[in-house]
């Protein structure tokens, strides 16, 4: 899949598939700049590329992609979860969109967060949550689509990080995606972020395989 200026994301195939897939592509002309999946795809793929275009890659972003097993919501937390509606939430929305990309996601192309959050509020992907009468997390959900609903991004403002919001918020968005028909819930995660990592674990996500972004120079 490719949607240009984004990377090419690869699902899990076999390495004579991904080698084979980038042979294909370069004698197409096409050239994205990175490339994004399942670790070892991306590894032979990016090999092939390099050989047949004579560029080279370097690891952007080493991942883990997480699998719900069983949702265990935190009963510690104070606060509630709510979908974010209120117009006047749009612009906090879209503070924290722009925030998690430029914390996380900085190689990814900006958006027009106004437009994105304004979409993904009317859909009713983006759960808030609230502490003390006002927002202090943030987690979106994708609709399922063959049975699988995404969780991501997940953003809480470092003043209100470590109290557990981004844990509560993550099972709260998730339990919605069950509600909703998903047979599976997943999100990624940085593997430099231990923090994320052990969070995700405690409400029920396990490893389901190790994912990284790759920048073809």
Do not use: K
């Amino acid at each position: 899949m490719h949607t240009p200026p984004r990377p090419l994301f690869l699902s899990r195939m076999p390495q004579l598939a991904a080698a084979a897939l980038a042979d294909a592509l370069a004698a197409r002309g096409l050239e994205p700049e990175g490339v994004i999946g399942e670790a070892e795809s991306t590894a032979v793929f990016a090999e092939a590329w390099c050989r047949r275009t004579g560029r080279s890659s370097t690891i952007a972003t080493a991942m883990r992609m997480y699998r719900l097993v069983q949702l265990d919501r935190p009963n510690d937390v104070p606060g509630r979860a709510a979908l974010a509606r209120d117009p006047d939430e749009a612009g906090l929305v879209a503070d924290w969109l722009a925030a998690f990309h430029d914390e996380a996601t900085p190689l990814h192309p900006t958006e027009d967060w106004a437009a994105f959050a304004a979409r993904r509020i009317a859909a009713g992907q983006v759960h808030l949550w609230h502490d003390g009468g006002r927002p202090v997390s943030l987690a979106a959900v994708s609709a399922p689509v063959a049975g699988v609903a995404r969780i991501g991004p997940v953003y809480t403002p470092a003043s209100q990080r470590r109290n557990g919001y981004g844990a509560a918020v993550t099972a709260a968005a998730s339990a919605a995606a069950l509600a909703a028909g998903a047979e599976h819930v997943v999100l990624y995660t940085d593997l430099a972020n231990p923090t994320s990592n052990s969070i995700y674990r405690a409400i029920g996500f396990r490893p389901d395989h190790d994912a990284e972004e790759r920048i073809l120079h």
